[in-house]
């Protein structure tokens, strides 16, 4: 019988991250020699603090609570109040498989058009389009970092008017490793309050904040209308134990009881040792900063070494501040690409694959016009475990003493400028 599928998921196509992830690592076995920038997964382990209680508490096998376990609620309540300053109650705290899950099932619940600054993360288009939701990218500019503006926002509500719409706030920044100002965020706060915007405010990457100023979400600007998500998989590197979360602030509360139901008819609740794992790291934050902190450091030293190459190469490139990413474009070499054969970020990533060997994301998977040379890099092709005891602490790094510390983005540089020769 040929099977008759919802026309709003066959329609879909695999992550656009997953499948390059798993289209390089078919050439990696096959032999091929592969600058792996495609992918942004945490190269660290996990924290040990968290690896022993995982251990310890695996022969926890009952359902718990489907909005998580109350000890975990509380000290990510905890946690954010006290890193970040944010007002939220353990009770409005949602544990979930992985923040993805919790972003998808607010996109699902909240009525109202989805906007997001282009570029923007690959799922939340496809997470709008599984609930037939208008999508609305707002482009932003590569002078202001592609960090959306206030005034880029409001002008989305120009020439239409919504009881309600929902923003995706992505900060610290994939694909751009960009972070917002705190002037930028009081600013678009005012906008949201004017216009009825509910906040999703992305904070997966909030940890990885570079330079020891804290990190500070829109949460603080606009704490009554701003939900937080975030989890366990990029400081603490602990992706494929699928654990996040999302903070609701009590003046939406009634999205709580309608999100009770609504995981208790999809996964139920998080893995029980798993919850465990992750009350190590929010409980006892101490014993594992310098862990963070470190992977940090190296986020950030692997972030200014492509970037000042991406430089002298002659691509332009804002300079990350956060995360594992960079989104350097190649428009300056249009003319000479064009003349290749050449003209979307699409045929550019596919040749610098086949030719080059270099894996990387086109921009049109982040809701650019494909034909702006734009690309995703993420900066973790080394190895976490051993830079972690390698790592130069104390000394001022060189450009030089990094190319020894990260050869594979080296290495994918130098591809790069000898492709574009
Ligand atoms: C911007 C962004 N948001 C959310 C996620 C999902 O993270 P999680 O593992 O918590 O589902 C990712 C993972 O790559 C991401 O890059």
Redesign the pocket.
């Known amino acids: 019988m040929q099977p008759i599928i919802n026309s709003q998921i066959s329609e879909l196509k695999e992550s656009a991250?997953l499948s390059i992830n798993q289209h390089a690592i078919k050439l990696l076995n096959e032999g091929k020699n592969i600058c792996h920038l495609g992918f942004?997964?945490s190269p660290f382990p996990v924290p040990d603090p968290m690896q022993t209680a995982l251990r310890e508490n695996s022969h926890r096998k009952q359902y718990i609570s489907g909005r998580g376990l109350p000890e975990l609620r509380k000290a990510v309540a905890d946690f954010f109040q006290t890193q970040f300053g944010y007002n939220y109650t353990a009770e409005n705290i949602f544990i979930s498989?992985?923040?993805?899950?919790?972003?998808f099932q607010h996109v699902y619940l909240l009525e109202g058009p989805l906007m997001v600054p282009s570029p923007?993360?690959v799922?939340y288009g496809p997470q709008a389009a599984i609930r037939s939701k208008t999508f609305i990218p707002i482009p932003t500019d590569i002078n202001n970092g592609y960090r959306l503006q206030a005034e880029e926002l409001d002008k989305t509500f120009s020439n239409q008017r919504f009881p309600q719409s929902i923003l995706i706030l992505?900060n610290p920044?994939?694909p751009t490793g960009s972070v917002h100002l705190p002037e930028e965020l009081s600013d678009l706060a005012e906008v949201c309050r004017k216009r009825r915007v509910i906040v999703i405010s992305?904070e997966?990457?909030g940890l990885t904040k570079f330079g020891k100023k804290p990190f500070e979400g829109i949460a603080k600007y606009y704490p009554e209308g701003t939900i937080t998500?975030?989890?366990?998989?990029?400081a603490f590197s602990a992706?494929g134990w699928?654990?996040?979360f999302a903070m609701i602030p009590h003046e939406l509360e009634e999205i709580v009881p309608a999100l009770s139901a609504f995981v208790s008819e999809t996964f139920s609740c998080v893995s029980a040792p798993v919850q465990y794992g992750a009350l190590a790291a929010f409980k006892n934050y101490e014993s594992v900063r310098n862990h963070v902190e470190l992977c940090r450091d190296i986020h950030e030293a692997a972030g200014e070494f492509l970037h000042q190459r991406f430089l002298d190469i002659g691509l332009n490139c804002p300079k990350p501040q956060g995360?594992f990413y960079l989104f350097p474009d190649f428009e300056n070499y249009k003319d000479k690409l064009n003349s290749r054969g050449i003209h979307s970020s699409t045929e550019l990533t596919e040749s610098l694959l086949n030719e080059a060997g270099v894996a990387l994301l086109p921009g049109s998977d982040f809701y650019l016009p494909d034909e702006f040379l734009g690309v995703r890099v993420a900066s973790v092709d080394y190895n976490g475990e051993q830079l972690l005891k390698d790592f130069p602490v104390s000394s001022k790094l060189n450009q030089e003493l990094k190319t020894s510390l990260f050869p594979k983005l080296a290495d994918a540089c130098e591809r790069i400028e000898m492709w574009l020769k």
């Open positions: 991250t942004g997964e498989p992985g923040s993805k899950e919790m972003i923007s993360w799922s992505n920044n994939n992305d997966i990457y998500t975030s989890g366990i998989s990029k992706g699928r654990l996040g995360a």
